[in-house]
């Protein structure tokens, strides 16, 4: 089981930067790709990026390709979301997650079990 806390949230304005964060305290955080997903009112959560457990690997929406950079620092048990040139399009609960067995790579919500509370990205035009 894998618990995992977002932090970095906040109101910005169009064009500005913000970095969210996920940290897990479990010593297996390491074995697991972790995702960050979001959610708009009204919207289905849609998947945003995703790391590889070892870092090696990462993948991202189109929607958010070339502005928003997602990393880990397996030292820290954390996973960072660094998002660029936001837009309002942007504005969403964001969450981070991690399937539900290690060493699985995969971008579907469905496969992913282990969930954070989510943390309000809103971006001001």
């Known amino acids: 089981q894998v618990h995992l806390v977002e932090s970095g949230g906040g109101l910005v304005q169009a064009g500005d930067s913000l970095r969210l964060s996920c940290a897990a305290s479990e010593r297996t955080f390491g074995m697991y790709t972790v995702g960050w997903f979001r959610q708009a009112p009204g919207k289905e959560r849609e998947f945003v990026a995703a790391v590889k457990w070892s870092g090696g690997a990462t993948t991202y929406s189109d929607s958010v390709k070339g502005r928003f950079t997602i990393s880990r620092d397996n030292a820290k048990n954390t996973v960072y979301l660094q998002m660029n040139t936001v837009k309002a399009d942007d504005t969403a609960v964001y969450s981070c997650?991690?399937?539900?067995?290690?060493?699985?790579?995969?971008?579907?919500?469905?496969?992913?079990?282990?969930w954070g509370q989510g943390t309000q990205v809103t971006v001001s035009s």
């Open positions: 997650a991690a399937p539900r067995f290690a060493y699985r790579w995969t971008t579907r919500p469905s496969d992913y079990e282990y």
